[in-house]
Structure formats: C-alpha cells, structure tokens
C-alpha cells in the first residue's frame, strides 16, 4: 500500500508546487501593469527634493520655515516679503488653483519687485476691472512641473501657464529669468519646498511681452 501511494504523492505535491508558481507571476505582472504612479509629482518626491537639498527642515523665509508639508500659498502666506503677491493671487482668483495638486513651479516676486513698477500699475493691476490681465501677469510666472534651481539651466525656454515662454538664464551660479526682451529677474531665495510644487522669490516682476 505504501508503494503504490507514494507516486500519487509525488505527483499531488509537484501539482500544488505548479500552481503555486502559476500563481505568483499573474499577481506580479498585474501588480507592474496597474501602477500608474508617476513618482516625480508624489509626496515621497517632495521629501526627495527636501532631502536632495539638505533643507529637510524647510527653507526660511522672513524668518519663518516654509515647510513641504503646507501648499504654496500657505507657505506664501507665512511669508511677509510676498504678501503683495498673495493679496495679488487672491484678487486674481488663482487661491484654489495654487492651492491644487499641482505640481507647479513658482516664481514669486517680493513685495520690493512689486514696488519696482511704474507708479500706479500695481493698484491698476488689483482693480477688479482688471482681473484677467492680472491672471495673466501672475500665470507667466507659474511653471506645470516642480522644477528645482538644479533643473534650471542657461538658455531654458520654459512654457507658462498662460502659455508664453519664460527664458531662463545662469550666469556664475545665478538663475534668473526673464521674457528674452527686458532685464530678467533674479533669483534670491531658491527652492522653497511646498506639497504641490516649488517656489523660487525673485527680485523683479516678469512681464509677458506685448503680442
């Protein structure tokens, strides 16, 4: 009896190993076919930048941290030196797109950038009747992507939200950016980490060229 039962479990546990193994793969294979994930725009990314930057702990604004914890406006409202832009970004409507999943690269100019325009065009620009020409000034310095200062490379043409081109420049370690006509703007503080992007505070307002 023994004898003639051994065969039969021979053959029962080769079958059971068979189909283990058939098992296995369909599960790996549709785990690789259903992931979707892009991880350059997850949060483990946002960490990744932080980290990559040595500034896990946030960048300092005014003296305040921005951390990648908070979206950008968030941030941006901790900071004093950009309020003028987030009293801009408020008049223009663009709080709860900014404060979206993202990701998106800002360039932010300082209240000081701001004071550089003519006299009267920051208050013609916050005039209700002008809200889609302020949307448009301010979605010029609002890149898709999360762009570190690491990405930003001499003669860059990056594409805006309002969809006009953005030129960057780099000159000794300096990035600064501008519309390929006027003197750019350059950065001062660089890589301010948020949950939905990076922002960069610039020293002058970007102004879209005259079509």
């Not at 208050?123 to 000034?137: F, I, N, R, Y």
């Amino acid at each position: 009896m023994k004898k003639s039962f051994a065969p039969l479990l021979v053959a029962l546990a080769t079958t059971i190993l068979l189909a283990s193994c058939g098992n296995d793969k369909p599960a790996t294979t549709e785990t690789e076919t259903t992931s979707t994930i892009n991880p350059a725009d997850s949060i483990a990314a946002v960490a990744g930048d932080s980290a990559r930057m040595a500034k896990p702990e946030g960048v300092m604004v005014d003296g305040v941290a921005m951390t990648a914890d908070k979206n950008i406006v968030a941030n941006a409202a901790e900071a004093k030196s950009v309020s003028t832009l987030v009293a801009a970004v408020k008049q223009a409507g663009l709080v709860e797109t900014l404060s979206g999943p993202g990701p998106f690269t800002v360039f932010a100019p300082s209240n000081a950038a701001f004071d550089k325009l003519p006299k009267g065009a920051v208050a013609g620009l916050m005039d209700p009747a002008s809200k889609a020409k302020l949307a448009g000034v301010l979605t010029y310095h609002v890149i898709p992507g999360r762009l570190v200062a690491a990405d930003l490379k001499d003669g860059q043409e990056l594409t805006t939200v309002n969809g006009e081109k953005l030129h960057i420049t780099v000159k000794n370690g300096q990035i600064m950016v501008g519309n390929g006509k006027e003197a750019p703007a350059t950065v001062q503080i660089a890589d301010v980490i948020s949950s939905n992007g990076v922002t960069h505070v610039i020293d002058s307002v970007v102004l879209p060229t005259a079509k």
